[in-house]
């Protein structure tokens, strides 16, 4: 038997913390990070392309494969994930193995998968920066066509790949017939034949490793990070055929706020893990529409608040239209989710208080770079670009490119107190022997991304750029006069109760507010003792210690408020009810009982959803929820909004939840008790894969509880219903542990054996 072996840092890539075996002779076996191999006559056929599956393939030392089947769905919208990432198992079969590579898909999989490869192969068909430069500067307006059909080394898609698409009936054959594959439709699932005898079945609904932001993971760190006022903090190092690294990304640091550049798959996780929320990041800047720079956008911006996405228009434009073609949603729609801060190349522009200037780059599609002034230092990224001198001096002299734009390119800014470069294969990328001939004070200040560190020559002098929170690098600079104040202010903004603060409430703020700084291991207040202060975490990781469970709360969580408007323990609800203690080191924001009581005087409907937060906390929902699969990768300020509007109701054996032909208004949570279980009558079809595609808001079902279960009545239903299987002899249903239970869609609705 040959046996994979994925150790656990692999979940630095997106997916699980577990260590993974793998029999890569089995008939078929599941990929660490999503995707199903099938061993065939063929070869290996994949189902599935999540992202960096390439990375897969190189990690368990088998060969990337020439046939992919696409699942039938081609984007995960509840995690923001591709999951028809299709470049670079392309870029591999063409560039390295030197074949076409070959995709199973439906008609309307092949015209979405063409459009995505349009904006990633060629770039925008119609570019048009007259727009996007100022009239002094029109000189530099780039001919980006010209320049990137001077750096590909094909004309057309096609060239690239086949596409073979199932019949009305659900058939495809493969090799006239070696391999035929149906997509049954009705049990979802792909059943491969050898021939005419089947040979396995495989799921058409792709999945890839859930992922958590909080929960045991924030137990790893110890060590308080607090972001610099200038600087940058690596996610990723490396290209998408690094299995050992992440792709290229990283945020830019400005006034202790992040920006994000590229943000590789899942890099809130990683910031959750040492405690800076995702409510700290609130700008994201997209260079170009590649898939290892532009995978973990969607999922940012699907993540917990409204970003700002900063790029030029033609980029945004292209990066809509390949979004769209993946998750079927309109351009218009998708633009409803963030916020376009639209970039004038040449121009100074403001993010966070710093100065920003970009300028297109030299790529095969419009890709951005960019150089930042904070504090009376400065910071260069070049994005991905073809920074060879007798490159650039010949597309000049071909006419591809201005004089203007040469000599700006000639002039490059080795000038920076940081300069952060990209290094690859020519032509796309710029080769290291064009950086190694640099000067030394430059090679100082300049740090690599985007290839394997094992590439660099020892004697070279260059360095790659580390990844890690732990790398981040720092410039010392002369912080603004109002540092301090906008930092205060972006602390609460960040925070759940004041969002909605008017200005006055923020000035009034600011003159009682103070900042306490305490050591890991010190405690902040104990359980038994008088409320006399309400605290918010600027920084640093805190432990809340109830009952003898545990929880943790990171920058922008606020704790203390339940002894300050009398829902704690004693007569008059003063006393605390939790003990909480510094896990790192921390700042903490924090206001006396007389100032917060101020603060809140007046604002019902702050102190309505305080006293509603702390009856719940009391009643440790917390710990339901923690337990809830789906609950349980929330932030912790969605999990406080959610704690916010539930209600703790008894429910006594026998008694009946809902019943059939109920008005659907409500929604619950089970906290203890034995099963709870779904009766469906004869005429019932099987709800839970109907639950999503109905209209009406009248449950089929009758829900009755088994024994005395307190629920939890939830005003706003949960909108990822879970499948599972169901039991046709008893016509019953009965569900997991602690699954939420929703009905207000359509024809069905599920409720969940509770936590015993």
Not at 63 to 79: A, M, Q
Not at 450 to 474: F, R, W
Request: hydrophobic share 35%.
């Amino acid at each position: 038997m040959s046996v994979c072996h994925l150790p656990s840092e692999s979940h630095d890539h997106g997916g699980s913390d577990e260590e993974t075996l793998i029999d890569k002779n089995a008939t078929k076996f599941q990929m660490p990070n999503g995707g199903t191999i099938v061993n065939t006559s063929l070869g290996q056929i994949q189902v599935g392309i999540p992202p960096e599956t390439i990375k897969d393939s190189m990690k368990c030392g088998i060969d990337v494969p020439n046939y992919f089947v696409l699942g039938e769905y081609l984007f995960d919208k509840k995690r923001g994930v591709n999951l028809a990432e299709a470049e670079f198992p392309a870029y591999w079969n063409f560039f390295i193995k030197k074949k076409v590579i070959n995709f199973v898909a439906r008609k309307d999989q092949e015209k979405a998968i063409r459009k995505v490869f349009r904006e990633t192969l060629l770039g925008p068909e119609h570019i048009d920066l007259t727009k996007e430069f100022p009239a002094r500067l029109s000189h530099l307006i780039p001919d980006l066509k010209k320049e990137a059909e001077y750096l590909r080394t094909f004309d057309n898609i096609d060239e690239l790949f086949i596409f073979h698409n199932f019949d009305e009936e659900g058939w495809v054959s493969l090799e006239n017939g070696k391999v035929r594959i149906h997509h049954d439709r009705e049990s979802h699932q792909f059943v491969f034949y050898e021939g005419e005898e089947k040979n396995v079945a495989v799921s058409s609904q792709v999945s890839i490793p859930s992922r958590k932001y909080q929960g045991n993971s924030l137990k790893l760190s110890q060590k308080q990070f607090e972001p610099p006022v200038f600087g940058i903090t690596i996610l990723g190092n490396s290209s998408g055929f690094d299995p050992s690294h992440a792709t290229s990304g990283f945020i830019l640091w400005i006034d202790r706020r992040g920006t994000m550049v590229d943000p590789p798959l899942n890099s809130k996780e990683i910031l959750q893990k040492v405690g800076v929320p995702s409510r700290f990041i609130d700008h994201v800047i997209v260079s170009h529409c590649h898939a290892d720079h532009d995978s973990g956008t969607m999922q940012t911006i699907l993540d917990e608040s409204q970003m700002v996405i900063t790029t030029t228009p033609t980029i945004m434009h292209s990066f809509l239209r390949k979004y769209s073609a993946l998750t079927g949603l309109r351009e218009s729609e998708l633009q409803r989710l963030f916020t376009f801060k639209p970039v004038v190349c040449g121009e100074l522009m403001r993010i966070n208080g710093a100065d920003i200037r970009f300028h297109y780059s030299i790529h095969t599609i419009p890709c951005i770079g960019f150089e930042v002034f904070y504090g009376g230092k400065s910071i260069f990224f070049s994005g991905d670009t073809c920074n060879i001198p007798d490159r650039l001096e010949e597309m000049y002299k071909q006419g591809r490119m201005s004089e203007g734009r040469y000599n700006f390119f000639a002039n490059f800014g080795w000038q920076h107190s940081l300069i952060l470069h990209e290094a690859g294969i020519a032509p796309i990328h710029t080769p290291l022997a064009v950086l190694q001939s640099l000067d030394d004070d430059i090679k100082e200040r300049l740090h690599l991304i985007h290839l394997c560190d094992t590439t660099i020559p020892a004697e070279s002098k260059l360095k790659i750029a580390k990844q890690g929170v732990e790398n981040t690098i720092t410039l010392p600079v002369i912080p603004y006069v109002h540092s301090d104040a906008i930092q205060l202010l972006k602390v609460l903004e960040g925070t759940d109760i004041f969002r909605s603060f008017t200005l006055v409430q923020a000035i009034e703020i600011l003159s009682i507010a103070r900042t306490t700084k305490y050591k890991s291991g010190d405690v902040i207040f104990k359980e038994g003792s008088i409320g006399d202060g309400f605290f918010i975490i600027a920084s640093g990781i805190a432990s809340v210690k109830i009952h003898n469970k545990q929880k943790h709360l990171i920058a922008g969580d606020f704790f203390g408020e339940m002894a300050l408007i009398g829902q704690g323990k004693g007569i008059d609800g003063t006393i605390r009810t939790a003990t909480v203690t510094a896990q790192t080191d921390m700042d903490v924001i924090s206001f006396d009982k007389s100032s917060f009581v101020s603060i809140i005087r007046g604002n019902h409907n702050m102190i309505d959803f305080l006293i509603q937060l702390s009856k719940a906390r009391q009643d440790e929902s917390w710990a339901s929820v923690d337990r809830n699969c789906i609950f349980s990768a929330m932030t912790n300020s969605q999990k406080t909004q959610l704690q916010g509007i539930l209600n703790g109701i008894p429910v006594k054996k026998g008694e009946y939840l809902w019943k059939r032909g109920d008005v659907a208004e409500k929604a619950f949570l089970v906290k203890s008790g034995s099963y709870a279980v779904y009766e469906e009558d004869e005429a019932g079809d099987l709800f839970l894969h109907t639950s999503m595609k109905g209209e009406s808001g009248t449950p089929n079902a009758t829900v009755q509880s088994l024994s005395l279960s307190p629920t939890y009545n939830v005003s706003a239903p949960n909108p990822n219903p879970i499948t599972i299987g169901m039991d046709g002899k008893e016509k019953r249903n009965i569900l997991h542990r602690n699954y939420f239970a929703h009905f207000p869609f359509g024809p069905g609705s599920f409720l969940a054996e509770s936590d015993v």
